[in-house]
């Protein structure tokens, strides 16, 4: 394996200059056993060089919702590009599959991914239900290795991707939405991922500094609790000396300029009313954070009382950084009544600028951050509020609401023949055929639905009515006259074909592009609330060859 | 950064040769900025080097119980035996925070956790609410920069843990368990951590080969659907040899020799009225399978009609091995229910061995695998089955049922000085200062409470009486008379201090332990339904400290 680097992706890379993946964990081993035995049984029948199509996809859109965004693409393109078994790793199969021939292993040392074709949706695309979001064809033992990587890769991405959308929809466009999540993570690489996914589907920022080094993510932090609660009080700071901002002059003592705006305060008809003495601790630690970050003071104020020491005290500091020429950022409350505590530390905010005179104190910034999801986002809406960022971990990034997403990987074709799996659940029989997937634009701009053809059918024509219908509900089916097809599998990995191969985006070009995407969607698809299903279907042909091969496949069975 | 070896691990291994973190993405920079920002506000203040006490604990057991299962302590002892902020990491640091000075950023690069000291509880106890998992002494900007990856690394880890023990309570001891989760996982890691902690919680073996390596977990995996559907019909086996178990003869024809039986079973009068004709392309996959691994031959038996299909043809091939001195494994249900084919299956299993003479073919292994989960397992149970062997992923991996563990890092002592977090949720305040903690065992040999006390109390003693106390609740206390006192926080890390490390066992050895550990406690604590919360307590000398310092701290309010 390759020496990782210091922005922790794996140096040198591999099949067309591909960096390896982000984790260098994800190696051809991290799969399931069984990829490897049916490999050795394929291979024992001659039968592993047959070409395979496989579909991705998911059957139900998660958190009760009816879309969802894909994430994870440029990791399992990362992935195919580099994918060799090493030496060691043929040993260490050897002990676990014993009875397994030389030739076998001798082949599994040979393979890469060359041979393979890797057409999918692009990342960040707004996605739906039985749509797959990648068909991967080549040989049937290589793409069954992929199965297991891939959709570990594309579950949990798109996820937390669409969980951030979701996220970003209630909050609405003009809140801050930072992800704090890595500490309640499942798993470090859990951690990371969710601060990378989270950014994409739309968040503004992430506290996980590895993330934000390993993508370019902008990273936001200031202090905890703890960092409160570490003063005793104001004589435990030593160098009380700060410049001020234009660096012209000097205060020797900015302890006692803070000392005498909190008094300033406190004797405030207007203001002092409201709280007796604050704490100490808390008024030292606010203190020692503004030296050391005069230019970004953001306060957590719920350490002892909000109103009654937290907010008073982050003023006394804010208006002494302000004498000196600085502007503080705000304040964060990660506890109690989120809603009414906002409306009054602005009111506060509002007072202080009006009693002292300091344009713009009354437009500081109010974050919060206790267990936000959204369900309390949606309450706080509706209570009315005055946070203008919200700082989300647990059930963002565990996806708390739905922790799992259902993509699978099912095999549609083998050597041309179109394969189909039955199930007694309806809504697990897959859709065979190697197929192409169409989203078709209304007039109003809207998507309106996404349609799959078999490979071979002429694609839908901007202008002409077609007939879309639901692949398994005969009586569910609509006209639609498209005034914009666009053709949404593209190839990401040609293999041996001769197709040009689709650049990987960067991933704010991504995060853009899920932005506009969500943007327009028609609205009802997108509420929280009882939202319309977007309309999934197929060709009249494609839904023809499905009801033959599902009738030729079924068993007849006998009541007895 | 250092090489990563084929194992995954890392080469070179740091202080006191521990080697380091599993996963190479676990560095110092893997933790929220605000540890960072926080460190330079204690530099700054000339603070950095103030010996702090962080207690790691949670405050509610996980879905729905009243047990934990501490894990992820080795992981923990390997991050900080390699803590080292490099000087890439450094130039990054520079650039998030570029106003900090540059004796800070000396500072940072000289840092190591040799002054660091970590008490802990041992990995796979079981654990109970309030009482530190984990105590971490050292200079306060150093411990710091630990709590983010301590928690991450512990959090997940210990909640998958504890889902593993309660899948394996539920099931019973004799059942297999096994994890299939990788696909599903919250990211690779995620799948990688829910293996490696699934079988510290009990399970027998995982599907993930890359967890097997690194971990030494059994692997386990057959076949998929997709391979079943990849076949067409018999006439695509070409090699139709198999040698006897012997290796004494061969038979020629094994596809014969397989549809031979099929027929006979079709044939039989008790029977062959089950069912009509079988699928071919599930034939052809089975017969394949078997030649491929006749030794161990387990058939999916879902893929078209369990009763009229799976099961006649996994037992026609299973009557060819036998001819040939090979014993099947036995079958896996993956859809419908599992209750009423898993008996119906044992009927026909049994109605072979009766109708052909084959013995032991009635106990013929069979494993269920459709979306399993405590209450599915419970279900099953309690309608009867004849599952052998249960296949878990989602649902375990992810910890659907409630997908994060609240582990926080608190503050407890600071230059010796106690320190509390207060909050309007009383469950939510912290309980100050440096403590011991002991598990008092009664007569039964159950334990009976947990209790913390001061450093510098005596510990209680065997056949002594003493007043354990609710650490909040006045009224709630009671007298115990410990038959065995055991201490809790053992020494995993001792910086300078002159105590001995506890040696970090193999996960082969918690495992026993945990399991052991399981069937000591009493069963109420352990039931699903309505569990008796587990006691944890403090001295009286705690008690009192606590609410002096509680009441010191909180502020008074005035009512208006």
């Given at each position: 394996?390759?020496?990782?680097?210091?922005?922790g992706?794996?140096?040198?890379?591999?099949s067309?200059?591909?960096?390896?993946?982000?984790?260098?964990?994800?190696?051809?081993?991290?799969?399931?056993?069984y990829?490897?035995?049916?490999?050795?049984?394929?291979?024992?029948?001659?039968?592993?060089?047959?070409?395979?199509?496989?579909?991705?996809?998911?059957?139900?859109?998660?958190?009760?919702?009816?879309?969802?965004?894909?994430g994870?693409?440029?990791?399992?393109?990362?992935?195919?590009?580099?994918?060799?078994?090493?030496?060691?790793?043929?040993?260490?199969?050897?002990?676990?599959?014993?009875?397994?021939?030389?030739?076998?292993?001798?082949?599994?040392?040979?393979?890469?991914?060359?041979?393979?074709?890797?057409?999918?949706?692009?990342?960040?695309?707004?996605?739906?239900?039985?749509?797959?979001?990648?068909?991967?064809?080549?040989?049937?033992?290589?793409?069954?290795?992929?199965?297991?990587?891939?959709?570990?890769l594309?579950?949990?991405?798109?996820l937390v991707?669409?969980?951030?959308?979701?996220?970003r929809?209630?909050?609405g466009?003009s809140?801050?939405?930072?992800?704090?999540?890595?500490r309640?993570?499942?798993?470090p690489?859990?951690?990371?991922?969710?601060?990378?996914?989270?950014?994409?589907?739309?968040?503004?920022?992430?506290?996980?500094?590895a993330?934000?080094?390993?993508?370019?993510?902008?990273?936001?932090?200031?202090?905890?609790?703890?960092f409160?609660?570490?003063?005793?009080?104001?004589?435990?700071?030593?160098?009380?000396?700060?410049?001020?901002?234009?660096?012209?002059?000097?205060?020797?003592?900015?302890?006692?300029?803070?000392?005498?705006?909190?008094?300033?305060i406190?004797?405030?008809?207007?203001?002092?009313?409201?709280?007796?003495?604050?704490?100490?601790?808390?008024?030292?630690?606010?203190?020692?954070?503004?030296?050391?970050?005069?230019?970004?003071?953001?306060a957590?104020?719920?350490?002892?009382?909000?109103?009654?020491?937290?907010?008073?005290?982050?003023?006394?500091?804010a208006?002494?950084?302000?004498?000196?020429?600085?502007?503080?950022?705000?304040?964060?409350?990660?506890?109690?009544?989120?809603a009414?505590?906002?409306v009054?530390?602005r009111?506060?905010?509002?007072?202080?600028?009006?009693?002292?005179?300091?344009?713009?104190?009354?437009?500081?910034?109010?974050?919060?951050?206790?267990d936000?999801?959204?369900?309390?986002i949606?309450?706080?809406?509706k209570?009315?509020?005055?946070?203008?960022?919200?700082?989300?971990?647990?059930?963002?990034?565990?996806?708390?609401?739905?922790?799992?997403l259902?993509?699978?990987?099912?095999?549609?074709?083998?050597?041309?023949?179109?394969?189909?799996?039955?199930?007694?659940?309806?809504?697990?029989?897959?859709?065979?055929?190697?197929?192409?997937?169409?989203?078709?634009?209304g007039?109003e701009?809207?998507?309106?639905?996404?349609?799959?053809?078999?490979?071979?059918?002429p694609?839908?024509?901007?202008?002409?009515?077609?007939l879309?219908?639901?692949?398994?509900?005969?009586?569910?089916?609509?006209?639609?006259?498209?005034?914009?097809?666009?053709?949404?599998?593209?190839?990401?990995?040609?293999?041996?074909?001769?197709?040009?191969?689709?650049?990987?985006?960067?991933?704010?070009?991504?995060?853009?592009?899920?932005?506009?995407?969500l943007?327009?969607?028609?609205?009802?698809?997108?509420?929280?609330?009882n939202?319309?299903?977007?309309?999934?279907?197929?060709?009249?042909?494609?839904?023809?060859?499905?009801?033959?091969?599902?009738l030729?496949?079924?068993?007849?069975?006998?009541?007895?």
């Amino acid at each position: 394996m390759a020496a990782v680097t210091a922005n922790g992706s794996a140096r040198g890379g591999g099949s067309d200059g591909v960096p390896r993946p982000t984790n260098p964990m994800v190696t051809p081993l991290l799969t399931d056993l069984y990829q490897f035995t049916m490999a050795y049984a394929y291979w024992k029948a001659g039968k592993h060089l047959d070409r395979a199509v496989f579909d991705l996809y998911f059957r139900k859109s998660p958190f009760g919702g009816e879309f969802t965004i894909f994430g994870g693409l440029e990791e399992c393109i990362r992935f195919i590009a580099n994918f060799k078994i090493t030496e060691d790793d043929i040993r260490f199969l050897r002990s676990v599959m014993p009875t397994c021939e030389d030739g076998f292993f001798e082949y599994l040392s040979s393979i890469d991914c060359s041979d393979v074709e890797v057409y999918a949706i692009p990342e960040g695309y707004v996605v739906f239900p039985k749509v797959p979001l990648m068909r991967i064809e080549g040989p049937v033992a290589v793409v069954q290795l992929l199965e297991t990587p891939f959709l570990s890769l594309v579950n949990y991405a798109s996820l937390v991707t669409t969980n951030a959308a979701r996220h970003r929809l209630i909050a609405g466009k003009s809140k801050n939405l930072l992800e704090f999540g890595l500490r309640r993570a499942q798993g470090p690489d859990g951690g990371i991922s969710a601060s990378r996914y989270s950014y994409m589907g739309g968040f503004d920022a992430t506290s996980n500094v590895a993330a934000g080094r390993l993508f370019g993510i902008p990273i936001r932090g200031t202090h905890s609790h703890a960092f409160v609660s570490s003063f005793m009080g104001l004589e435990e700071i030593l160098d009380k000396t700060l410049p001020s901002s234009d660096g012209l002059n000097k205060c020797e003592d900015f302890v006692s300029l803070v000392q005498n705006w909190l008094t300033r305060i406190q004797d405030s008809s207007s203001l002092g009313s409201t709280f007796g003495e604050t704490s100490h601790s808390e008024l030292a630690a606010f203190t020692s954070y503004a030296l050391a970050f005069p230019n970004s003071f953001l306060a957590l104020v719920d350490t002892y009382d909000v109103m009654r020491s937290g907010v008073p005290n982050f003023c006394a500091v804010a208006l002494a950084l302000n004498d000196m020429g600085y502007k503080a950022v705000g304040i964060r409350l990660d506890s109690g009544d989120l809603a009414y505590l906002s409306v009054e530390t602005r009111k506060f905010f509002h007072a202080i600028e009006g009693e002292f005179g300091v344009v713009g104190f009354g437009k500081m910034n109010i974050t919060a951050s206790n267990d936000l999801n959204e369900e309390t986002i949606d309450a706080l809406n509706k209570q009315g509020h005055e946070v203008d960022a919200f700082g989300i971990g647990t059930y963002l990034v565990t996806c708390y609401a739905q922790a799992a997403l259902g993509c699978v990987f099912k095999l549609v074709e083998i050597n041309k023949q179109p394969r189909i799996k039955l199930s007694e659940d309806v809504t697990k029989v897959s859709i065979p055929c190697k197929k192409k997937c169409y989203r078709l634009y209304g007039k109003e701009g809207y998507p309106l639905v996404d349609i799959m053809t078999g490979e071979d059918e002429p694609g839908p024509k901007v202008g002409e009515r077609l007939l879309c219908r639901h692949p398994f509900n005969e009586s569910k089916r609509a006209y639609v006259v498209p005034q914009q097809v666009e053709e949404l599998l593209r190839c990401y990995w040609p293999g041996n074909s001769a197709k040009q191969r689709e650049e990987l985006p960067s991933i704010h070009e991504i995060r853009s592009q899920c932005i506009r995407h969500l943007e327009r969607m028609r609205p009802d698809h997108m509420r929280r609330l009882n939202p319309t299903p977007y309309k999934v279907s197929v060709s009249p042909e494609l839904y023809d060859f499905i009801h033959f091969l599902w009738l030729n496949e079924a068993p007849v069975g006998e009541l007895q």
